[in-house]
C-alpha cells in the first residue's frame, strides 16, 4: 500500500519529537546566543503578544517533565500533520 | 533563529510582516486548485518532519546549539510555492502554540527562515542541478542551498536587529553568520540524508510536479 510509506514518515517525525528531542542540546541557539554575549537578551523578556499554551515545548502542570516535553512533541508533530493535510485539500485541484 | 518579540523595532517588524504577506499571498494565489493527490500526503509528512526536526537541537562549538529549518528540504519536494505555505504554518504553528519566535516578529522569522529557503534555496538548488546534471547534481544542489538557506537567514536577522537599533551590524553579522555557517552544515547534512533515503526507496516522490 502506498500510504504505508506515508505513516512510516509520520511515525518517524512523532518519534523524533517525542523522544529523540528530549536528548535534545539544551545549549542556547545562534540567535540567543549572540543575545546573551551582547545583552540584549532582555529585550525579548516580557514582551510577548500572547501567552502560548505550551510555551518552550513543554506541556505545563504535568509533574514529570520527560512526560510533559514528550507530550508538547506529539501534539506539536500531529498538530502540523492535520493543518498541513488540512491546508492541502483546500489548495487542491 | 526564532526571533522573539521585542527584539524588533516596530518599523522593521512591520516591514516583514508586509514582505512575508505579499509573498506567502502570492504563493496560495498561484498555488490554489493546482495540488494534486500525492502532494497531500507529501505535505502532511513533511511538516510533521521538519517541525519534530527544529526540535532536535544539536551541539555546535562552544555554549551553543543548532538545529535544521527545513526550507530546501520541503522545496525539493513540493516545490517554492507550496513549501512556502507549508513553512508559514509551521512558524504560525510555533509561535501560538509554543511561544517559539514572537507574533510581531512572525512576519521576520517566516521570513528568514522559511521563505529565503523555499524560494531562494529551491532556485539555487535548481540551477545546481541543472548544471551538474541529475543525481549528483541532486545531491550537491541540496548540500550548497540549504547551506546557504541557513546562512543568508541569519544574514537577514543581523540585518534586521542592527536596522531595529538592537545591537550594531558590525556586531551582529559575524557573530550571527560565524555561528550558522556551522549550523548550516546540519541542515546539508539532513537535507542530502533524507533525499538521498527517498530517491532509493520512492524515487517517484522526488518527480511530484513542483508548484
Not at chain 1, 28 to 45: M, S
Not at chain 2, 79 to 99: D, E, K, R, Y
Not at chain 2, 106 to 130: C, E, Q, V
Request: aromatic residues 8%; proline residues 4%; negative net charge.
Amino acid at each position: 500500500m502506498q500510504e504505508k510509506y506515508f505513516i512510516f514518515g509520520l511515525i518517524i517525525a512523532l518519534f523524533m519529537a517525542s523522544v529523540i528531542s528530549l536528548f535534545a542540546s539544551p545549549e542556547p541557539d545562534g540567535l540567543e546566543r549572540v543575545a546573551e554575549d551582547h545583552e540584549f537578551l532582555e529585550k525579548g523578556e516580557g514582551h510577548e503578544v500572547m501567552e502560548s499554551p505550551m510555551p518552550d515545548y513543554v506541556i505545563p502542570g504535568i509533574e514529570n517533565e520527560t512526560v510533559a516535553a514528550s507530550l508538547a512533541g506529539l501534539i506539536g508533530v500531529l498538530l502540523m500533520f492535520l493543518l498541513a493535510i488540512g491546508v492541502g485539500r483546500v489548495l487542491k485541484k | 533563529m526564532h526571533i522573539p518579540d521585542g527584539f524588533l523595532s516596530n518599523e522593521i517588524w512591520a516591514i516583514m510582516w508586509l514582505i512575508s504577506i505579499a509573498i506567502v499571498g502570492y504563493a496560495i494565489w498561484r498555488t490554489d486548485e493546482k495540488l494534486g493527490d500525492k502532494h497531500v500526503p507529501m505535505m502532511g509528512v513533511l511538516a510533521a518532519f521538519i517541525f519534530a526536526a527544529q526540535m532536535l537541537n544539536v551541539p555546535v562549538a562552544g555554549g551553543t546549539s543548532g538545529h535544521m529549518l527545513g526550507g530546501v528540504l520541503t522545496a525539493v519536494f513540493l516545490g517554492p510555492l507550496s513549501a512556502s505555505i507549508i513553512m508559514t504554518v509551521l512558524f504560525i504553528v510555533q509561535a501560538v502554540f509554543f511561544q517559539d519566535g514572537g507574533i510581531t516578529t512572525l512576519g521576520a522569522n517566516i521570513f528568514n527562515m522559511g521563505l529565503i529557503g523555499t524560494i531562494g534555496g529551491y532556485y539555487i538548488y535548481y540551477g545546481i542541478k541543472k548544471a551538474a546534471g541529475d543525481d549528483k547534481g541532486m545531491f550537491i544542489g541540496v548540500a550548497i542551498a540549504g547551506w546557504l538557506s541557513v546562512v543568508l537567514a541569519s544574514t537577514a536577522c543581523a540585518i534586521e536587529l542592527a536596522a531595529s537599533g538592537t545591537v550594531p551590524l558590525e556586531i551582529a553579522l559575524p557573530a550571527m553568520v560565524s555561528i550558522h555557517a556551522i549550523i548550516g552544515l546540519i541542515e546539508s547534512g539532513i537535507t542530502i540524508a533524507v533525499v538521498g533515503f527517498v530517491l532509493k526507496t520512492r524515487p517517484d516522490l522526488l518527480n511530484l510536479e513542483k508548484i
